[in-house]
């Protein structure tokens, strides 16, 4: 089966490459302050459920809020170019599988920072001025909100996600790129997974906003390491299919 390469020569520009992970990293830290901002704060424990999470948000000013959502925009856009270097390693051993990841990308691209993130923020701050104007009615509004305008962009996200994740840890896995096998570690889910573990640690305003930053902590681990890892990728071996 043939695919459309879009341009791309068979010979792999590490320059380039490293470009690409140095500008995803820079854009992973600026949506992890982003993520910081939003996060960081305790919930009220008299509180249950969602309304419980909620609450960690009412002591945000709007201007913390617009940061917020203005860092995450920039950050999550400058990922989601630099995936692409990404791709290019994929495609160097897998074209099928580079295609796959890629199609995850565009998905990634198109949800994540403009459905996703900033409509995130939206929904935190029409909780936090319904909270002012009519509490009696502010949970129950604010979960009519979300679910109009923040989840179906959440659910189609997290199908691209999971697409464009399942092709990365598969090609790096099967040897399918220039790099070692165990370098699948370096992986988005893996990151996120390991952040997610913070969540034991209990109600702490630090935890809540490294979790809070758990998809960007998630990137930063990728990228760092692809960069960390590339004097061992030069000297792979590529494997056309």
Same mark, same amino acid.
């Given at each position: 089966?043939?695919?459309?390469?879009?341009?791309?020569?068979?010979?792999?520009?590490?320059?380039?490459?490293?470009?690409?992970?140095?500008?995803?990293?820079?854009?992973?830290?600026?949506?992890?302050?982003?993520?910081?901002?939003?996060?960081?704060?305790?919930?009220?424990?008299?509180?249950?459920?969602?309304?419980?999470?909620?609450?960690?948000?009412?002591?945000?000013?709007?201007?913390?809020?617009?940061?917020?959502?203005?860092?995450?925009?920039?950050?999550?856009?400058?990922?989601?170019?630099? +995936?692409?270097?990404?791709?290019?390693?994929?495609?160097?051993?897998?074209?099928?599988?580079?295609?796959?990841?890629?199609?995850?990308?565009?998905?990634?691209?198109?949800?994540?920072?403009?459905?996703?993130?900033?409509?995130?923020?939206?929904?935190?701050?029409?909780?936090?001025?319904?909270?002012?104007?009519?509490?009696?009615?502010? +949970?129950?509004?604010?979960?009519?909100?979300?679910?109009?305008?923040?989840?179906?962009?959440?659910?189609?996200?997290?199908?691209?996600?999971?697409?464009?994740?399942?092709?990365?840890?598969?090609?790096?896995?099967?040897?399918?790129?220039?790099?070692?096998?165990?370098?699948?570690?370096?992986?988005?889910?893996?990151?996120?997974?390991?952040?997610?573990?913070?969540?034991?640690?209990?109600?702490?305003?630090?935890?809540?906003?490294?979790?809070?930053?758990? =998809?960007?902590?998630?990137? =930063?681990?990728?990228?760092?390491?692809?960069?960390?890892?590339?004097?061992?990728?030069?000297?792979?071996?590529?494997?056309?299919?």
């Amino acid at each position: 089966m043939k695919y459309n390469d879009i341009g791309i020569d068979n010979s792999l520009d590490w320059n380039r490459i490293r470009k690409l992970f140095i500008i995803g990293l820079i854009g992973g830290i600026m949506t992890f302050v982003g993520d910081w901002l939003m996060g960081y704060g305790v919930y009220d424990e008299s509180l249950s459920g969602l309304e419980k999470k909620l609450s960690r948000y009412l002591i945000l000013s709007d201007g913390t809020m617009f940061w917020s959502a203005f860092l995450g925009l920039i950050g999550i856009s400058l990922e989601g170019l630099c +995936y692409f270097g990404i791709y290019r390693i994929i495609a160097s051993g897998s074209m099928k599988h580079a295609h796959v990841f890629r199609s995850g990308v565009f998905g990634y691209m198109l949800f994540a920072a403009c459905g996703v993130h900033v409509p995130c923020l939206s929904t935190v701050f029409f909780y936090n001025h319904m909270m002012l104007a009519s509490p009696e009615n502010a +949970y129950d509004l604010t979960i009519k909100f979300g679910g109009y305008f923040l989840l179906p962009a959440l659910i189609l996200f997290l199908i691209f996600f999971f697409v464009m994740s399942a092709a990365q840890i598969s090609a790096f896995a099967k040897g399918l790129t220039p790099y070692p096998k165990w370098c699948w570690i370096f992986s988005m889910p893996v990151g996120m997974g390991a952040t997610m573990l913070l969540k034991f640690a209990g109600n702490h305003a630090v935890v809540n906003g490294l979790t809070a930053a758990w =998809i960007s902590i998630g990137n =930063i681990w990728m990228f760092g390491g692809l960069l960390l890892t590339m004097k061992k990728a030069k000297g792979g071996h590529k494997h056309e299919i």
